[in-house]
């Protein structure tokens, strides 16, 4: 197990990119090594200044199982620490709101297939909260398919109905901080 050296001034590089004020991407960086990519369901407060819960998460498990940097980014780039505020501006981007749409599909959904196809291993764990298997499905199906690599998915555990855990799950589907990766699914 690597150590980040916690008496450095700030021994993690954080960046991110924002588009019309929604979070396409959060980047973690410490050192050599692969870089993960890691897709959620909806960005909540980490940025490039501060990490949030699940950052902090990712920043601990990434750098334990030897990764130098990882990417993360979400089936949906709306930053909101709320599910159902996230499904409600999804739902209205499909119903007519065609600016969050077209961010949806022109912008987001190319940066995370771009991301997973750059990446040395993707994980997935949006959760039982991702309600829209139709778009799950879609955004899966543009990471493992068209222009090579074909990457596996890889998750940390999984809910009852079979989708891949977030690192904050609490109760019996809470995360070990150590789990060993879990393969979701091969390309």
């Not at 050599?32 to 501060?50: E, T, W």
């Not at 979400?74 to 996230?86: D, H």
Request: hydrophobic share 35%; with cysteine.
């Amino acid at each position: 197990m690597r150590q980040l050296d916690l008496l450095a001034q700030d021994p993690i590089t954080r960046s991110a990119r924002f588009v019309d004020g929604c979070r396409i991407e959060l980047v973690r960086s410490w050192g050599p090594g692969p870089r993960a990519c890691v897709i959620g369901h909806n960005p909540s407060a980490a940025n490039a200044d501060k990490d949030d819960p699940t950052s902090k998460w990712w920043n601990r498990w990434f750098n334990h199982y030897g990764f130098g940097s990882y990417v993360a980014c979400n089936l949906w780039p709306f930053c909101t620490a709320s599910p159902a505020e996230c499904h409600k501006r999804a739902r209205e981007a499909f119903e007519g709101n065609w600016g969050d749409r077209d961010l949806i599909h022109f912008t987001n959904l190319p940066h995370v297939v771009k991301c997973a196809k750059e990446a040395s291993q993707v994980f997935v764990c949006w959760g039982g909260m991702a309600s829209d298997d139709v778009w799950i499905e879609h955004v899966i199906e543009e990471i493992q398919t068209g222009v090579e690599p074909y990457p596996d998915l890889w998750c940390w555990g999984t809910t009852r109905a079979g989708a891949p855990t977030h690192p904050m799950a609490r109760g019996k589907h809470r995360i070990d901080p150590l789990q060993a990766p879990i393969m979701w699914r091969r390309a």
